[in-house]
T-cell receptor, first 115, second 114 residues
Framework: DQQVKQNSPSLSVQEGRISILNCDYT??????FLWYKKYPAEGPTFLIS?????DKNEDGRFTVFLNKSAKHLSLHIVPSQPGDSAVYFCAASALGIQGAQKLVFGQGTRLTINP | DSGVTQTPKHLITATGQRVTLRCSPRSGDLSVYWYQQSLDQGLQFLIQ???????AKGNILERFSAQQFPDLHSELNLSSLELGDSALYFC?????????????FGPGTRLTVL
């Protein structure tokens, strides 16, 4: 049961344009969402997060939008730069059994920024 | 550099064998998480330890076990290995026991089972 889905395995964007990565989730109990970026041969690195009480969070070139009614979040990168070429994972968190929480990751979207 | 170290970087072994993966969290972090990433898959949460105690469990097989030691480093033990266990195994750490903050990931251990 894939609770967090990134339906686009890959995305190609021209340098300087906007990159939009999408993520859908099915579990309405998710209340915290994160985006991670991963380069080859490295571990994922945190990019930006958003709590379910917000619908937007911005950090420099990165903005995450949350649409709770649609169970959808997106990551906007403006302007896109060659160094943004990486695999992007969205992740969601929910309070589980015994107060424990765990992150559920999507399958990732490979973003390629073309010069 | 996230500050999380994992050893070994690569591991090649045969079916039926047992291996141990090691993780040292960032200085000061009490939580350690283990994840498995198989080919073309997202990261699957395996297990979390917080200050030496098991805190949350994910899709971890019974053949797999983990522990966190008093110095906060953690080990993931994989036994009776099967071909399907070939994957990247990531360790992550954070300062909190809940998942409401970022986790810092190590570079991963690539396990190949032949």
């Amino acid at each position: 049961d894939q609770q967090v889905k990134q339906n686009s395995p890959s995305l190609s964007v021209q340098e300087g344009r906007i990159s939009i990565l999408n993520c859908d989730y099915t579990n309405s109990m998710f209340d915290y969402f994160l985006w991670y970026k991963k380069y080859p041969a490295e571990g994922p690195t945190f990019l930006i997060s958003i709590s379910s009480i917000k619908d937007k969070n911005e950090d420099g070139r990165f903005t995450v939008f949350l649409n709770k009614s649609a169970k959808h979040l997106s990551l906007h990168i403006v302007p896109s730069q060659p160094g943004d070429s990486a695999v992007y994972f969205c992740a969601a968190s929910a309070l589980g059994i015994q107060g424990a929480q765990k992150l559920v990751f999507g399958q990732g979207t490979r973003l390629t920024i073309n010069p | 550099d996230s500050g999380v170290t994992q050893t070994p970087k690569h591991l090649i072994t045969a079916t039926g064998q047992r291996v141990t993966l090691r993780c040292s969290p960032r200085s000061g972090d009490l939580s350690v998480y283990w994840y498995q990433q198989s080919l073309d898959q997202g990261l699957q949460f395996l297990i979390q330890y917080y200050n030496g105690e098991e805190r949350a469990k994910g899709n971890i097989l019974e053949r797999f076990s983990a522990q966190q030691f008093p110095d906060l480093h953690s080990e993931l033990n994989l036994s009776s290995l099967e071909l399907g266990d070939s994957a990247l195994y990531f360790c992550a750490s954070s300062s909190r026991q809940d998942a409401y903050n970022e986790q810092f990931f190590g570079p991963g251990t690539r396990l190949t089972v032949l």
